[in-house]
């Protein structure tokens, strides 16, 4: 059974994943399936969804997983608080359920061997070139041990244990902080109808605010579509042209594989979507595949038709600035990207995470345990050279993240002086 479940795996990467033609030959399949045989006696659906995560690293797309559904309804562990590194070490950020440490602790040492060293062995999970893009959420488990220098400068060892890992409460919110600004955050744009009443219920201060700050540092992405309602208020001119900022062309992988499974899970969209416009475009995006089902990648031209893609800009602030990180991806890239077109809009902080180059996720289930999560669409600018994988979104403003952000919040402070307000 697994290795049934792991060919078909193969097989989807190998011809329904968007990067199957860019990546062929990256992966090394030979090497897991003989993992898989020679411990099929005594395997479990731990261990073999352990494998199968183990194998994707081979694509180096951040945008695919695999999971076993079953196990998602367990409560997820770490180490109970989060670092991002400096230099030589690992900054503790924040400590949600270990007590020991607190933000602004470093950790020089795990299990005896220096952060750059880890650096080094853990490459191939870390995937990043810079080490404020790196994330060590599912490396600091793998150890026992920390040496840990507390603000003070005292040193000692932290043992490293499991917590139940809090779950992600999102967050739309608007405040206003003056007469003149407005602070938006939005941690993802999963829940269209929750953001869409924010933006109908604040339109009077949208509307009237001479400055707004959007925080998008952590964005967990979801639909582009939610976030369409909030461009009107960022833009110059009398109308918005969603299709003039495209870079290139979104290719589809219509295989019928692809086809299905997208079908789908669009419709899935459509049962929990009222507003018309974002119903036309899923139903015409539904009715374009269909018609290109099984011919490979295709630029599907839904959009072309021009109505569902303008949009009417409304009197909005007249300078905007979005706070961006690495911890912004998918349709956070999205948003970024599409803003940076704005003359209004300065985007200041840290590329973002840049997982856009394949995007357009399709779900593969077998038998309600497993699940495979991979892109079927990619930008053509992929071929030239131009995607944003380990790049991500450059902000107009790089600001690099240091230690003395943990006290002092950079980017805010750098925002109100761009905008000259005082608060």
């Not at 090394?28 to 194998?55: A, C, G, H, W």
């Not at 694509?59 to 770490?78: G, I």
């Not at 349709?331 to 840049?354: A, H, M, Q, W, Y």
Request: aromatic share 10%; proline share 3%.
């Amino acid at each position: 059974m697994y290795l049934e479940i792991f060919n078909e795996i193969v097989s989807i990467l190998h011809n329904d994943y968007s990067g199957c033609m860019d990546k062929k030959g990256q992966d090394n399949p030979e090497f897991f399936r003989n993992k898989i045989i020679l411990e099929q006696d005594n395997m479990t659906d731990e261990k073999f969804t352990e494998i199968v995560q183990d194998y994707l690293l081979d694509f180096k797309d951040l945008h695919m997983t695999f999971r076993n559904a079953a196990q998602s309804e367990k409560p997820v562990q770490d180490v109970g608080f989060s670092v991002r590194r400096y230099e030589d070490l690992l900054y503790v950020v924040s400590a949600e359920k270990e007590t020991k440490v607190k933000p602004g602790f470093s950790i020089s040492e795990l299990d005896g061997k220096g952060i750059s060293e880890l650096a080094g062995v853990h490459k191939r999970r870390l995937m990043e070139t810079k080490a404020e893009r790196e994330n060590w959420s599912g490396i600091l488990p793998l150890y026992q041990n920390a040496l840990v220098k507390d603000e003070s400068g005292n040193t000692f060892n932290l043992p490293l244990s499991k917590y139940d890992k809090e779950a992600f409460i999102p967050e739309y919110s608007i405040r206003k902080i003056s007469e003149s600004l407005l602070y938006m955050k939005l941690t993802d744009f999963m829940n269209h109808a929750e953001i869409s009443s924010l933006i109908k219920d604040n339109d009077d201060l949208l509307s009237s605010r001479e400055n707004l700050i959007i925080d998008v540092r952590v964005n967990k992405g979801g639909s582009d579509l939610a976030y369409f309602e909030l461009l009107p208020y960022l833009f110059e001119g009398d109308e918005i042209d969603l299709t003039s900022f495209d870079e290139g062309v979104m290719l589809t992988n219509c295989t019928d594989r692809n086809v299905d499974l997208r079908r789908e899970m669009l419709h899935g969209v459509l049962s929990s979507v009222d507003d018309e416009t974002s119903r036309n475009q899923i139903e015409s995006l539904i009715n374009e595949m269909e018609k290109h089902r099984g011919k490979g990648f295709v630029d599907i031209d839904f959009g072309k038709s021009g109505e569902d893609f303008l949009l009417k800009t409304k009197s909005g602030p007249e300078k905007v600035i979005l706070l961006t990180d690495v911890y912004c991806g998918s349709s956070g890239d999205s948003f970024v990207e599409v803003c940076k077109n704005s003359s209004k809009v300065t985007v200041i902080g840290r590329p973002t995470l840049g997982l856009n180059d394949y995007s357009n996720l399709a779900i593969m289930r077998w038998r309600d345990t497993f699940e495979l999560w991979y892109p079927t669409s990619k930008l053509s600018i992929v071929d030239e050279g131009k995607g944003m994988s380990g790049v991500g979104i450059q902000p107009d403003m790089y600001i690099p993240w240091t230690p003395e952000h943990i006290e002092i919040d950079l980017d805010y402070k750098r925002a109100l002086d761009l905008l000259g307000v005082t608060v």
